[in-house]
Structures are given as C-alpha cells and as structure tokens.
C-alpha cells in the first residue's frame, strides 16, 4: 500500500454500460487535478455541472463534487467525477487522471485512508465491505450496526472493564505507601469474574454473526435413492440436480444459495451415504460426511422403505445418516405419496412429497422459524469475523490467567491483564494495526 501522499481515483460503481459512472478521488492533488481538467474553484458539497478537457480534448460533461479535508469520507481532499457510463467516458477520464499524476486506487484503499486519518475505526471499516456485500435484510442490518459502532461500544465496555480492573491491581503494586485499603488488588476479582462471564457469552454467541455473514449451513443427508435431490430442487425451486432412480446418481456435494425469512443460507445436496467400491462415488461419500459434520443444520432425508428397514428403532440403525444427525436436527420422511415412512425416535420430523407437493411449506416455515431462532437476538452479536474470535480467546485466557494470579500474586497478574486489554483494542484497531491492516482491507473492492 502506497504513501497518504499519494492522489488516487477509482470507479466507484460496478464496471460496464449504464448511464451513470462515479470516479472517486482522495488525496493531496485533488484540487490540482480538479483544475487541469477546467473543474477548478469548486463550492464544497455542491455539484456543478463541468465540461472535463485534457490535453485540448473534451473528456465528458459531468457533475463534479468536490469535499475538502478533514470533512469526508477519507478525511482528507476528496471529488466524485459523474460521468456519463459508456465505456469510453470512463477510459477517457482514467487516462487524464493518469496523465494528472492520479493513480489508480488498491483495494479498500480509501477506507484504509479514512482509518488512518480517523474517520472510523477498524470494526467499522469491516462493516463497510459487509455493506457492500449484504444481500440479505440480516446481513445489511448486522453490517449497519457495525458500521454505527455498536461492536465497537461492546468491545470497549469491555475493555473498560478490564482497565478498571487493572488500576485496581497496580494502584497496589505502585503505591504500597500510600493510604490504600488494604488488599486492594483482590477487589478487582468481581471485576474480572463479570468479564470472564460476559467473554465467554460473546463467544458463546460467536457463530451467530458468521452465520448471518456467510450464510446458515443447511446439508441434506441420507441414503441413496432417499430423494435428496428431488428435496433440493423443491427449495430451491429449480432443477438444479439431477434425479434419476439409479442409486448414486449425486457423487460431489452441489451447493445453492437461498433467501429464506431474510437470511442468507447455503444449501447442499450431497451424495447417498453408503459403502462403495467405486472410488469418485467415495470420494463424493467422504465430502458428503465432512459436509454433514460443519453442517449449521442437517436435513436427515428418509424414505419409506427405509423408515421400516430396522424394525423397533424406525431404520435408524440402517441408515448411514444417523451416525450425523444431532439432536436439533429435522428428519424428513420422504415420498409421502409412495407410503408412510417410521421415524426415528429423538428428533423431530416432518412427512414430505416432492412429488405431489405434500409438506414444502411446512418445510419452509419450519426453517424459517429455526433461522429466527439461531440468528435473531436482542443483542448485537461481538463476534462476526474470526479475526474478533482469535482476540475474544486471547482476551479471555489473559483475563482467566490475571484472576487465578490475583489470588496468588497480585503482581504478576497486571501483565495478563494488559495482555488482554491489548487482545480487546487489537479489534477496533486502538493497537497494533499494521499486522491486520492487509487482512482487513485485502476483501474490499476497488474503490472503496
């Protein structure tokens, strides 16, 4: 990443034909480049209408916007050329700026300028490429929230907590001859015990912002011929896989995303479980278990014939795909129109027909109601990248191992405790920036 000294520009809007094309530019040249183009003398925050020229050549006629420093989005000089979209206008435009000493912007380089310059902090830059790549109502509202600072006002509540737990222990350490009370260090063990609590529940609660972020993992599992695919092709309402009534058909795992009741969920058809010598359906077997392990829910998809193989237990004991079920899981009893599948004692179940329609919608519902139940809450989750799980864990052992030296030696708990005070700032980016800041901003778009 070059120097702030630098003056870059970017498209803005998505490239190819449309009426309207937005050049950013940010840096210590705009004004300069502004006025070679016969845009100069600009009023701030208000578009005028300019013909553009370069090199006696007229470029376009655009609004141009231009936003002194430290009032914008990057904190320093900032303009926004409007051109019109063709293909053309835009080379045209690159060029010049080019030519103007204007170079072309790296990835979330104008969100890592206004980073730098204080404009937000690390959280809230995140929240800026989650914006741009919200396709849901959940996703969008999560990535406001953050962009708004609620995670950075979490993370901070927490590391108040834990410095008014450090001040405690090195008042003393620092003054051992002052009028202190006497063990005062000790009294920073409430402290500590109500943060530990509450870094535990953020963790606890980590999987909720990933699954809105990325997508709820939903796996279809079963034998071969359960109609699976059939099952998948229903919700996804296309015919996405193929269904023939010869066994292990389906031999890799085919994914499809879906929008159901406003979140984001990734489904996946996966092949029949059973024992095979043939080596691409195995290899199709072992993704389809490992799926089924990282599943967020797994669908145990069931036929007739299936449900009376194993006499008592309902054929759970035939069935390859019990070994994956876990207790929350949804069992479908498949090819309702064929017969009456038995389920399985423990989980819940639902009777199906692809066929004739019979139990989607109460299939859809019932998947509905488990999204808002998984990843609805009243509190705006601390955790939505595992960059803030890895320092939630750091600041967590830190915290654990600061109490257990209180007791022991109060001395030696205030490291531990600046050691998790630093895991904390690591997030919002107070500290210790620059070996995360490729991390971060290696996501996000040109030009933003």
């Known amino acids: 990443m070059s120097s702030n000294t630098d003056t870059i520009f970017a498209l803005a809007t998505p490239p190819g034909r449309g009426a309207i094309a937005i050049v950013r530019l940010s840096g210590p040249g705009v004004d300069a480049a502004l006025t070679a183009l016969g845009a100069g003398g600009l009023t701030p925050r208000l578009a005028s209408l300019r013909t553009l020229r370069h090199d006696g050549e007229m470029v376009d006629q655009a609004l141009v916007l231009r936003f002194p420093g430290p009032n914008s989005y990057t904190g320093e000089d900032s303009a926004e050329l409007h051109l019109h979209g063709g293909r053309a206008v835009i080379e045209a435009a690159s060029r010049a700026l080019i030519a103007l000493d204007v170079r072309p912007a790296e990835p979330g380089e104008f969100t890592r300028r206004a980073f730098q310059n204080g404009r937000m902090d690390l959280a809230q830059a995140e929240a800026v490429a989650d914006l741009i790549d919200a396709e849901t109502s959940a996703q969008k509202s999560q990535a406001l929230g953050q962009l708004d600072g609620a995670l950075s006002a979490a ?16 008042a003393e350490i620092d003054f051992p001859d002052e009028e202190v009370p006497d063990n005062l260090a000790r009294t920073a063990g409430p402290v500590l015990d109500a943060l530990a609590a509450d870094l535990r529940a953020a963790l606890a609660d980590s999987d909720r912002g990933r699954r809105v972020r990325e997508g709820y993992r939903i796996v279809l599992i079963g034998e071969t011929n359960a109609g699976k695919s059939s099952l998948f092709n229903a919700l996804t309402a296309r015919e996405a896989a193929i269904v023939t009534p010869i066994a292990g058909t389906t031999r890799d795992v085919l994914d499809a995303e879906l929008m159901i ?182 996501t996000f778009c040109i030009g933003k």
């Open 155 to 170: 993370y901070a509540g927490f590391r108040r907590d834990l410095l008014k737990a450090l001040s405690l222990v090195e």
């Open 261 to 442: 009741g406003g979140y984001a969920v990734t489904l996946s058809d996966t092949a029949g479980l059973r024992d095979s010598d043939d080596l691409v359906e195995a290899e199709g077997i072992r993704r389809a278990r490992l799926r089924a392990q990282e599943a967020d829910l797994r669908l145990w998809v069931r036929a007739p014939d299936m449900g009376q193989a194993g006499g008592q237990d309902g054929g759970q004991g035939d069935d390859p795909a019990a070994a994956f079920a876990q207790a929350d899981d949804l069992q479908i009893l498949n090819k309702a129109d064929l017969g009456a599948a038995t389920p399985a004692a423990g989980l819940e179940a639902l009777t199906v027909s692809t066929t004739t329609g019979q139990g989607l919608s109460e299939l859809h519902d019932w998947i509905a109601a488990r999204l808002a139940r998984d990843l609805s809450g009243a509190d705006f989750p601390a955790v939505t990248r595992e960059r803030h799980r890895r320092r939630l864990v750091e600041a967590l052992a830190a915290v654990e191992a600061g109490r257990r030296a209180l007791d022991l030696a109060p001395e030696m708990a205030g490291d531990d405790l600046r050691r998790a005070a630093d895991a904390l700032a690591r997030v919002t980016g107070a500290i210790g920036v620059e070996d995360i800041l490729g991390e971060v901003f290696s």
